[in-house]
T-cell receptor, first 111, second 116 residues
Framework: DAKTTQPPSMDCAEGRAANLPCNHS???????VYWYRQIHSQGPQYIIH???NNETNEMASLIITEDRKSSTLILPHATLRDTAVYYC????????????FGKGTRLHILP | DAGVIQSPRHEVTEMGQEVTLRCKPI?????LFWYRQTMMRGLELLIY????????DSGMPEDRFSAKMPNASFSTLKIQPSEPRDSAVYFC??????????????FGPGTRLTVL
């Protein structure tokens, strides 16, 4: 079973920030939070990952709460091309854990 | 780099036929993964290889499924005999180092399999 809980769907207006939440209340100390997204008819695409500090790259920002039980993926200026299913995944980086994709959040960017 | 290459992109076959899906990982990547995606079950890991050796095949649904990686640049997933419930999109992914050290997975475009 996936170790994360995400809302099934969200809407966001084009040009606004999209904030996608993820709950991972049973996360262990050595487990990272990863985000992937899957645009329709394509394979999943890596976005970002982090352990406990906030992370930012050219695609998004990842905010992890101090207790690490939840996180938020932020797309700062959403465009129509960001319409996709976003998966939050928890996994240890140095153990033989399978990457388990849950059902994710279907993000609709509205024009 | 062309990314992970999968063929065919679409396959329609009849129940009982053998199906072979092919994957070419990104050059230099030494871990390869096969996933299956359906509406009901989502994205499931079937098997992964490290340095051409199968490491974990516990996700392979049954003996009708088999996977090989004869060299670092090619892998196959075979279903024999195929059944309608095997209809799904099959993804191949690769990473530059071993599974035990996380690296982002690079996914191919997938093969959409329909078994009639």
């Amino acid at each position: 079973d996936a170790k994360t809980t995400q809302p099934p769907s969200m809407d966001c207006a084009e040009g606004r920030a999209a904030n996608l939440p993820c709950n991972h209340s049973t996360i262990s100390g050595n487990e990272y939070v990863y985000w992937y997204r899957q645009i329709h008819s394509q394979g999943p695409q890596y976005i970002i990952h982090g352990l406990k500090n906030n992370e930012t790259n050219e695609m998004a920002s990842l905010i992890i709460t101090e207790d690490r039980k939840s996180s938020t993926l932020i797309l700062p200026h959403a465009t129509l091309r960001d319409t996709a299913v976003y998966y939050c995944i928890v996994r240890a980086a140095n153990r033989d854990d399978k990457i388990i994709f849950g059902k994710g959040t279907r993000l609709h960017i509205l024009p | 780099d062309a990314g992970v290459i999968q063929s065919p992109r679409h396959e329609v076959t009849e129940m009982g036929q053998e199906v072979t899906l092919r994957c070419k990982p990104i050059s230099g990547h030494n871990s390869l993964f096969w996933y299956r995606q359906t509406m009901m079950r989502g994205l499931e890991l079937l098997i992964y290889f490290n340095n051409n050796v199968p490491i974990d095949d516990s996700g392979m649904p049954e003996d009708r499924f088999s996977a090989k990686m004869p060299n670092a640049s090619f892998s196959t997933l075979k279903i024999q005999p195929s059944e309608p419930r095997d209809s799904a999109v099959y993804f191949c992914a690769s990473t530059p180092t071993g599974y035990l050290t996380y690296n982002e997975q690079f996914f191919g475009p997938g093969t959409r399999l329909t078994v009639l």
